[in-house]
């Protein structure tokens, strides 16, 4: 009988060698061996370089956030503290004042600043012009975030010194005067007045959705995306609510015109600018929603992941952009983000969907994909991708379709020579990206020709039947590919079965394809070794920039992002890593 053996240890043999792609041949590196030739001697301006390229625009926009912050802090509070006109109310509540009208001040700021990362649309736009290469676009969730969390820390500050303020206050002009009335007092300045009262919705609202809002909570299957999506609802109110909040005008100057329009009130013109372009992006949403859309056929892959593609009217896509998708058959209100596995030659766009959760398995179902019955599965013979053929009597559900959006991946064109890595399901901005280098590289469909000269492309997977999900499209890259342009290296993660072992080693022997993928690629057996991979694209590209794009798991992510680092030189090869997240 076999004994299982390591699936590091499998021996290649001599065909197989050569059918090695040459980033995996190259021998400069051993395994766990780095190539340090490549890494040795950097400079501290050669670090801040390839800090530049890779993540350091997040950190520079970031810490000049938090200047502007620092800023507009000493200038507010230097300015309240030092304004004759609210000398009266700062002789009773002294330091209160300014604290929370400068906390208020920096809230109006991060409100100017809130929703333009969320505005899709404003975003794909401004990712075509020069802008691109100074404001890290990709990362516009996470400066949603970082000016969310810059909302709450300053609503906290803000409700403290108001705390603090109410206390001064009720004990001051407390009716009757007394210790005693100072408590009711202060429980009417806090739900009796106009501004205490929005002043807890909104805190209330803001609770509620940072609590959704939360990863490990928005992250959670089956429902916690949805919780996270509806509660940020509440934005409405919050909004409202602060609009409302400073109109009721409860510290008053001394002299002066007294609440003047000018001075409370103020919410809507921080807010307009970011507020005009989110609402048309939604109405957008509903425009394009009622686009006619046609499911033209449907594929169920193995591994529990469809593809379906769609007809749809004015459309025009890029390579490695993404759509939203519902289907009101399923829900009217959920829109689920999908890359697209189409390229722009083709005259459908496509998506493949990994069934995990509430939506994508109700929407399985409604375009007639069956992935749990056994019995189906034999009668439509194995485990191979099959065509969904809907019964006569029933038409396909409709779909909605928003977008397509841009991503990281789409600047891909820039660079002459591209590192695609893709686990799992993260490959499909790849697929769309090597569809469309594939049309380009042979002038098909009129498509514009391309200086993208090589492309390394590696899919790191679990199982063999992630393999089929590409089948097509990978086989017809190697067979039109005489000039060897894109390397294709797939890695299988999972451990082998000792019968599964064995059939690889049977065929193999002597072939000119590989067993499990039928590509002349050979299948890599564990994890991939990147020390090797970027030390041999730095050895074989010197004086080049590397675009490398990544769509997977944060960690495998996180390694990729050190490897670009490591292995950039502002005199060799420099790596521009850019990332999506699913
Ligand atoms: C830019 C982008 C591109 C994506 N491309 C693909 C793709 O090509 N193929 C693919 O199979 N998956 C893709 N995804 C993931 C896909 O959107 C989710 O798997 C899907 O929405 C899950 O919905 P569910 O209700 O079935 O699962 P749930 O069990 O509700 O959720 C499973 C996971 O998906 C996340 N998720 C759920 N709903 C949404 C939503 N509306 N928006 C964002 N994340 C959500 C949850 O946080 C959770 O981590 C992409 C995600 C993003 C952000």
């Known amino acids: 009988m076999l004994r299982r053996?390591?699936?590091?240890?499998?021996?290649?043999?001599?065909?197989?060698?050569?059918?090695?792609?040459?980033?995996?041949?190259?021998?400069?590196?051993?395994?766990?061996?780095?190539?340090?030739?490549k890494i040795k001697d950097k400079t501290l301006i050669d670090k801040y370089h390839t800090w530049l390229i890779n993540g350091g625009r997040v950190s520079l926009i970031f810490w000049l956030y938090i200047f502007l912050h620092i800023i507009v802090w000493v200038l507010g509070f230097m300015h309240y503290q030092l304004k004759d006109s609210s000398a009266g109310i700062r002789e009773v509540i002294s330091f209160g004042f300014p604290f929370a009208r400068t906390a208020a001040l920096l809230l109006h700021v991060d409100v100017a600043f809130i929703l333009f990362p969320v505005c899709r649309n404003f975003i794909s736009l401004l990712r075509q012009t020069p802008l691109n290469d100074v404001i890290p676009f990709d990362d516009n969730i996470r400066f949603h975030i970082a000016t969310a969390w810059s909302i709450v820390f300053f609503t906290f500050v803000?409700?403290?010194?108001?705390?603090?303020?109410?206390?001064?206050?009720?004990?001051?002009?407390?009716t009757p005067p007394g210790a005693a009335a100072a408590p009711v007092q202060f429980l009417i300045l806090n739900f009796a007045t106009g501004t205490g009262i929005t002043g807890w919705?909104?805190?209330?609202?803001?609770?509620?959705?940072?609590?959704?809002?939360?990863?490990?909570?928005?992250?959670?299957?089956?429902?916690?995306?949805?919780?996270?999506?509806?509660?940020?609802?509440?934005?409405?109110?919050?909004?409202?609510?602060?609009?409302?909040?400073?109109?009721?005008?409860?510290?008053?100057?001394?002299?002066?015109?007294?609440?003047?329009?000018?001075?409370?009130?103020?919410?809507?013109?921080?807010?307009?600018?970011g507020g005009l372009i989110f609402i048309t992006e939604r109405v957008l949403r509903e425009v394009r929603s009622r686009h006619w859309t046609n499911v033209a056929k449907v594929i169920q892959h193995p591994s529990k992941v469809m593809e379906v593609q769609i007809k749809k009217e004015k459309t025009t896509i890029r390579a490695g952009q993404y759509i939203f998708l519902s289907c009101p058959e399923v829900s009217y209100w959920q829109w689920h983000p999908f890359t697209l596995t189409s390229a722009p030659e083709e005259d459908y766009i496509s998506v493949h969907i990994r069934v995990v959760g509430d939506f994508t398995g109700a929407l399985a179902k409604a375009l007639g994909c069956d992935f749990d019955s056994k019995d189906e599965k034999a009668k439509k013979g194995g485990d191979g991708p099959q065509v969904v053929t809907p019964p006569l009597n029933r038409v396909m559900p409709r779909v909605m379709v928003d977008g397509p959006f841009g991503s990281a991946s789409e600047d891909f064109l820039n660079f002459e020579t591209i590192l695609l890595v893709g686990a799992g399901i993260g490959v499909t901005p790849f697929a769309s990206i090597l569809k469309s280098?594939?049309?380009?590289?042979?002038?098909?469909?009129?498509?514009?020709?391309?200086?993208?000269?090589?492309?390394?492309?590696?899919?790191?997977?679990?199982?063999?039947?992630?393999?089929?999900?590409?089948?097509?499209?990978?086989?017809?890259?190697?067979?039109?590919?005489?000039?060897?342009?894109?390397?294709?290296?797939?890695?299988?993660?999972?451990?082998?079965?000792?019968?599964?072992?064995?059939?690889?080693?049977?065929?193999?022997?002597?072939?000119e394809r590989d067993a499990i993928t039928s590509l002349r690629a050979p299948t890599h057996f564990g994890r991939p070794n990147w020390d090797k991979t970027f030390g041999s694209i730095a050895d074989k590209h010197p004086d080049t920039d590397v675009g490398v794009f990544f769509c997977g798991p944060p960690v495998l992510s996180n390694q990729l992002h050190t490897m670009s680092i490591k292995y950039s030189s502002a005199k060799g090869s420099r790596f521009f890593y850019g990332k999506e997240n699913f």
């Open 437 to 511: 280098i594939w049309y380009r590289m042979n002038s098909f469909n009129h498509s514009a020709p391309t200086r993208l000269s090589k492309v390394y492309f590696v899919w790191v997977i679990r199982d063999f039947g992630t393999a089929e999900w590409f089948h097509s499209l990978l086989h017809a890259i190697e067979e039109q590919d005489t000039q060897n342009r894109i390397e294709i290296s797939i890695y299988l993660t999972a451990k082998l079965k000792d019968d599964d072992m064995h059939n690889i080693l049977v065929q193999e022997v002597g072939a």
């Open 158 to 174: 803000h409700i403290g010194a108001h705390m603090y303020n109410f206390a001064a206050l009720s004990i001051a002009f407390a």
């Open 201 to 273: 919705i909104m805190t209330a609202a803001l609770g509620v959705m940072v609590f959704f809002a939360m990863e490990k909570r928005r992250r959670a299957p089956n429902g916690g995306f949805e919780k996270f999506w509806y509660t940020h609802h509440l934005f409405v109110v919050f909004f409202v609510g602060w609009q409302f909040h400073g109109m009721f005008c409860m510290i008053k100057p001394d002299r002066g015109e007294l609440c003047s329009f000018n001075v409370i009130g103020v919410f809507w013109r921080y807010w307009l600018p």
């Open 5 to 37: 053996a390591p699936t590091s240890s499998l021996q290649r043999n001599k065909t197989e060698r050569r059918r090695l792609q040459g980033v995996m041949r190259q021998t400069t590196a051993v395994e766990g061996q780095e190539l340090t030739s």
